[in-house]
Structures are given as C-alpha cells and as structure tokens.
C-alpha cells in the first residue's frame, strides 16, 4: 500500500538553527500538508501545497516556515531559526484531490529544539 | 471554521471491555477520519468515513453527516488499543481540523 514517508524520525536541534523536515509523499497525489503537534495537544494545520505553491496558511505558518517541493518527490518544510517552542511532532500528509478525498499521514518528525 | 469536539477525553477500560468515543462538529463535514495515535506519536489511520459505517476487526465507525457527528466502536479492548484517539474532519477545499483526543487507557 502506497504511503507517506517522513525523514528523520526524530531531529534535535539547538535555538537558532535551521532544520529541514523532509517528506516524500505518494506518488500520484497532488495537494500536500504540514501539520504540527506540541506535546500533549491537538494535531494543528500549518500550511497547504499545490502546484507548487502554497494554497492556504494557518497563523503558526510565519515567516520562519517555508515549504518547498525541490524536485517530484520530495517535500520539504524549513525553519529558518528554530525556537524552543518549535519542538514538536510535525507530520506531512498528502490526498489526491482537495476535496472529498482521505488524507494520507507520514509517521511523523519529532523535533527537539534545545 | 469547523469546531471538532471529541468525548470523552479520558477514559479507561479493563482489558475486554467496550468503549464507544464521540465527535461532533459544528458545521457540515465532506471528509470525516478517525486515528490512533500510538505511544512513538504516530498517526495510524483507521477510517474514512463521511458517511455510513465501516468495521475493521474490532473497531468500527458510524458517521451521521446530517447530525454531524461520528462514532467510533472498540470492542473487546486490548491493552495494545491504549493511546490518543483523534477525528478530524473537513469541508470543500479546507484543510482537516481535528479535535483535541480522547485518550483511553486500557489496563490488564
């Protein structure tokens, strides 16, 4: 069964870094996601992509984030400078349509800023 | 935008128990999911459901999209059902919004 799959599992950084999420989703879908998770708390949207731009942004998606799709199958959410606060789960997802279709989830990226 | 509510948000069973959680939503839904979040943080996909009812096992789920809400079955609980249980649902192009878990404990 075709799936999400997320690079690394678990990433820690220290305060001011830049990390790179990374996400390779499946292959024939077209819109892609990044959520994020803070321990303990719901699962939280940051940011849509398609056709290689970003469709739609929560408030979380400031201008640290970017997102970015380097080639056909790669995925990638950058922070520019990390904060402790960053330290999260970040899951990537990926649906064939926008509309009325299953979301697919990676397994996720635990990021430890500290 | 969407409102999720998820009930209960704790609970616990002994092992064989059965266990139904509830979600609502504030507003018409076209895509409706139901996770397991297991004790690694991963998110395991257990139904797509919009509408009508699935089983998978032990598990099901029933979404009434008129009534907006969702159910989701766990029958004969076993220790290894333990973790955060999460719907999340949308509407036209939005993103999926999910509610805050129920997590459920089930002890030996």
């Known amino acids: 069964e075709p799936e999400v799959t997320q690079t690394p599992s678990h990433q820690v950084t220290q305060m001011g870094q830049e990390v790179i999420l990374r996400c390779v989703p499946i292959?024939?879908?077209?819109?892609f996601y990044w959520y994020r998770q803070i321990l303990g708390q719901k699962v939280e949207f940051l940011v849509s992509f398609y056709n290689n731009e970003i469709s739609e942004k929560s408030e979380i998606f400031d201008d640290q984030f970017s997102v970015e799709r380097p080639d056909g199958s790669n995925f990638t959410l950058k922070i520019r400078s990390t904060k402790l606060e960053d330290s999260a789960m970040y899951f990537c997802a990926s649906t064939s349509l926008q509309a009325n279709t299953e979301a697919f989830f990676g397994q996720g990226t635990r990021l430890t800023v500290v | 935008g969407i409102q999720v509510e998820q009930s209960p948000p704790d609970l616990i069973l002994q092992e064989g128990a059965n266990s139904t959680l509830r979600c609502n939503f504030s507003d018409s839904v076209n895509n409706l999911q139901w996770f397991h979040q297991n004790p690694w943080g991963q998110l395991i996909n257990l139904f797509y459901i919009p509408s009508g009812t699935k089983q998978n096992g032990r598990l099901s789920a029933t979404t009434v999209a008129t009534e907006r809400y969702s159910l989701l079955y766990i029958s004969s609980s076993q220790t290894t059902d333990s973790g955060v249980y999460f719907c999340a649902g949308n509407s036209g192009n939005t993103p999926l919004v999910f509610g805050k878990g129920t997590r459920l404990s089930v002890i030996a």
């Open positions: 292959s024939n879908h077209l819109y």
